[in-house]
């Protein structure tokens, strides 16, 4: 079993800038694929970015290309999602998952993720 916890969420101006953590216990995760997801009040889980195991391949969503940075630190079996230029229709609840295969089939579909954390809050005010 893996565990994840997500750090660094927060409340933050317009424009601003914050960079979430997600650590990883119970099982080390450099060869899975990593996401981070995010759900809004009211709206559907989405897709915000995913990274390699290797970290040499990532992607983002269109909405957040330019502004988010997704990396990874497989020595400290943490992964990392740095956003600037904060908007206020980022404000939601950001979750970061693990997906065990790590084949880049299906890396938007939250349902082919194995291992979830609990969130941690985005509120971007404007």
């Known amino acids: 079993q893996v565990q994840l916890v997500e750090s660094g969420g927060g409340l933050v101006q317009a424009g601003g800038s914050l960079r979430l953590s997600c650590a990883a216990s119970?099982?080390?995760?450099?060869?899975?694929?990593m996401g981070w997801f995010r759900q809004a009040p009211g709206k559907e889980r989405e897709f915000v970015a995913a990274i390699s195991w290797s970290g040499g391949w990532t992607h983002y969503t269109d909405s957040v290309k330019g502004r988010c940075t997704i990396s990874r630190d497989n020595a400290k079996n943490t992964v990392y999602l740095q956003m600037e230029s904060l908007k206020s229709e980022d404000t939601a609840v950001y979750y970061c998952?693990?997906?065990?295969?790590?084949?880049?089939?299906?890396?938007?579909?939250?349902?082919?993720?194995?291992?979830w954390g609990q969130g941690t809050q985005v509120t971007v005010s404007s």
């Open positions: 119970g099982r080390t995760i450099n060869r899975y694929l």
């Open positions: 998952a693990a997906k065990v295969n790590p084949l880049l089939i299906g890396f938007q579909e939250g349902a082919q993720y194995d291992y």
